[in-house]
């Protein structure tokens, strides 16, 4: 017995110090995340992967974890298709700042949301695939859109009714075009281009629409969510016939069979229609090419209203948007401001990211033919306008240029187009660039004039307004006496559905630093 007593102690000691080891063990190890229904005893070592959608398409994310659940490592997969210079900053920085912070409430890398949110709705994937709750890391799912799209319904298409007689159109690119007219149905070759139409046609704008691409912000959806409301439904007998920049599905427009489809220029989009110009024909189907924002700012406008009043042959009602336009830059020539001695020098870029240097145009591109005409002396003519790609828009300038012509204006362009209403979210640029190494320093930043632009507006039937906008701002005592935004008030008013606010036209920076 007395063997047993001291065996029976012996065992009771080392069960006491196994005990008071692991309780010690425990409280050394890094704390493992908090997450419900985790099993005493569960061992999270291994590597996980998950997906999520990034700014072109799918983003792969394989996550490493220790047995407690600490994330060791985040790698992001070669096989993205982000873009360049934007998306794989966020791809080298977000992983990194995930495994610092153990936790997927890191905030987005400036100019690559969309990117972001992808590495980290990838990355809660993984750890969910692993038996972990994302949310007890901070992670937080964007929204998902819950707008739909009506259902498609052949028996809604438009009736076609008899043509009465053929003309002839020279389109911008001095083809002649045979037309049957009048037109019943007619397709896009992107969304936008209905900017166009809607002066010319009001509500049948949309009531005999039967097909379009869609472009880089998702036009379809927004046009959609912004004038279902208006005009009634209309997707039920639409059809999309390309993605952004994408060849024309031939297929669908044969199947959508529209009288005729409109192209405009941007991007490729003249180049896929006309490869696949001979099968349209043989169907009946003529192309019309329209360009814009064209090679002529006061004029490529309302050429293309004047095409497409013919085509529709509403031509009194295009001539009457025409001259409204041409009023505007009657008014901009009055001010003679191309002949300023003293012009306000302007730093132009496309976005605003402080780690993502965008680009910038001379005043023989984009944004920059617009600024010349209101007057302003653009930094990167000098440096640009000369060189190979300065009619480009996919240039930028070295950091130490732009502080050293220290501007007096900076003007950027970026944001949403026609999304400030009922049924979509507009967020406001974060101005970002400000943040910059030595732009607190910059005559723009510290005088205040720091403005962002909507993207599409140079590439619109608003281009004008742009102009005017950007002359106020440089320009203000020769404005003192007219109310710029009264101006596309006016034009909403007289030849849209809608009235100006749908769309944020421009910011003003507040003069606040964020970091």
């Known amino acids: 017995m007395k063997g047993f007593k001291r065996v029976s102690t012996f065992v009771a000691l080392v069960l006491v110090i196994v005990l008071s080891l692991t309780a010690c063990g425990q409280d050394e190890q890094t ?10 005893g569960t061992s999270f070592a291994g590597t996980y992967d998950g997906s999520a959608e990034g700014y072109h398409g799918n983003l792969n994310v394989s996550v490493e974890l220790d047995e407690t659940g600490k994330i060791l490592s985040v790698a992001v997969g070669e096989d993205h298709g982000e873009t360049p210079g934007i ?25 690559a949301t969309r990117t972001s949110d992808g590495i980290i709705g990838a ?99 927004g046009y959609d969510k912004l004038y279902t409301p208006v005009v009634g439904t209309y997707m039920t007998h639409f059809g999309q016939i390309s993605e952004h920049n994408a060849p024309f599905d031939l297929e669908m427009i044969l199947a959508q069979d529209p009288d005729v489809l409109i192209v405009n220029s941007a991007m490729q989009a003249h180049k896929y229609a006309l490869e696949i110009e001979p099968q349209l024909i043989e169907a009946g189907i003529p192309i019309v090419l329209i360009d814009v924002p064209g090679k002529n700012l006061t004029a490529s406008t309302q050429d293309t209203f004047k095409i497409l009043g013919r085509l529709f042959q509403k031509d009194e009602r295009a001539a009457e948007v025409s001259t409204f336009i041409d009023e505007q830059y009657s008014l901009i020539d009055s001010m003679n401001l191309d002949e300023k001695t ?40 000098p440096i640009l306008i000369d060189a190979a790609s300065g009619k480009g828009s996919s240039n ?11 501007p007096e204006f900076v003007i950027m362009s970026g944001g949403g187009w026609m999304d400030n209403h009922a049924n979509a979210t507009h967020s406001e640029p974060s101005y970002d660039i400000v943040n910059r190494t030595g732009w607190s320093e910059l005559k723009a930043i510290k005088d205040g004039n720091l403005y962002n632009l909507s993207q599409a507006m140079n590439r619109s039937t608003y281009s004008f307004f742009a102009v005017i906008k950007i002359a106020s701002w440089l320009y203000p005592e020769e404005f003192e006496n007219i109310d710029v935004d009264a101006i596309i008030d006016e034009y909403f008013d007289r030849f849209m559905l809608t009235d100006s606010s749908v769309n944020v036209w421009s910011h003003k920076w507040d003069g606040v630093t964020r970091k």
């Open 396 to 406: 930028t300038l070295d950091p130490e240029i732009v502080l050293e012509a220290n």
């Open 87 to 111: 998306g794989d900053i966020a791809i080298e920085k977000l992983p990194k700042l995930i495994v610092e912070a153990q936790s997927l409430g890191v905030d987005a890398v400036a100019g």
């Open 123 to 221: 990355a809660a994937n993984a750890l969910s695939s692993a038996g972990l709750d994302p949310a007890a890391l901070g992670y937080v799912p964007k929204e998902v859109d819950k707008w739909k799209s009506a259902e498609y319904d052949a028996s809604t298409m438009p009736e076609k009714v008899p043509t009465t007689d053929t003309i002839v159109i020279k389109d911008v690119k001095g083809r002649e075009v045979s037309i049957d007219v009048p037109i019943s149905t007619y397709a896009l070759s992107t969304m936008d281009v209905i900017d166009f139409i809607i002066p010319i046609l009001g509500e049948d704008a949309f009531h005999k629409l039967v097909a379009s691409g869609n472009d880089g912000g998702n036009g379809i959806l």
């Open 31 to 40: 704390q493992a995340p908090a997450n419900e229904g985790e099993k005493p």
């Open 342 to 381: 003293d012009k306000a020098t302007v730093y132009y870029e496309k976005g605003g990211a402080a780690e993502v240097f965008g680009s910038t145009a001379t005043s023989l591109s984009g944004w920059g033919v617009l600024i010349d005409y209101a007057g302003g002396a653009n930094i990167a003519d």
